[in-house]
């Protein structure tokens, strides 16, 4: 079957949504990149699209893209209720919600990648930097936290892979 035809609706949507809010798989490549070209010689930033590309076509990565976007594009647009409006627009550190929902896509790899996504999420790299500046008027305070798992999650991935891991999908 054609790669494009045999995605399904949500896959799609989860795609479109990330690149309608700036994200775009380069990108997250990019921060696949920056977390293991340490690890792996010659490492081409192909191999790492190729990565994050079969992360972003499992279905409960794509739930969470979904989920996350779709909080940050309502307190964007001051839809959300009292107290929860507030908390998403000005990613209240306690809230915790969104690193939740990190861990949920994260943990489809295995452990390996909790420690990529504590190392990135510190560092901010490339468009986590851009995602996280809060004088763009724009909410991201959900798709940072999934950008960086995707990224980490990815990691794994080519970890697995590289280490001939068979049960990898
Ligand atoms: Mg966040």
């Known amino acids: 079957m054609d790669k494009n035809t045999s995605k399904s609706a949500l896959e799609i949507k989860a795609r479109t949504w990330l690149q309608d809010r700036g994200v775009t798989l380069d990108h997250i490549a ?9 690890y792996h010689d010659d490492l081409s ?24 976007i779709q909080l940050d594009v309502l307190a964007e647009q001051k839809k959300l209720e009292e107290p929860l409006q507030q908390t998403i627009e000005t990613d209240e550190s306690l809230y915790g919600v969104d690193e939740v ?9 295995g452990s390996i990648g909790f420690t ?8 901010k790299p490339g468009i986590l930097k851009k995602l996280n500046d ?14 960086g ?18 049960d990898i999908d």
Do not use: P, W
Request: aromatic content about 8%; glycine content about 4%.
């Open 101 to 109: 929902i990190a861990f949920s896509i994260v943990n489809v790899y």
């Open 149 to 166: 798992a995707i990224a980490a999650a990815a990691s794994s991935r080519l970890a697995h892979s590289a280490a001939n891991d068979k």
């Open 45 to 68: 930033m192909e191999e790492c699209k190729e990565h994050v590309d079969r992360v972003l076509s499992k279905r409960e990565i794509q739930n969470a893209i979904l989920t996350g």
């Open 134 to 147: 809060k004088s763009s008027g724009e909410c991201h305070t959900f798709l940072d936290d999934i950008v």
């Open 30 to 38: 990019e921060l696949v990149h920056y977390l293991q070209s340490k």
């Open 116 to 123: 990529n996504y504590g190392y990135i999420d510190k560092q």
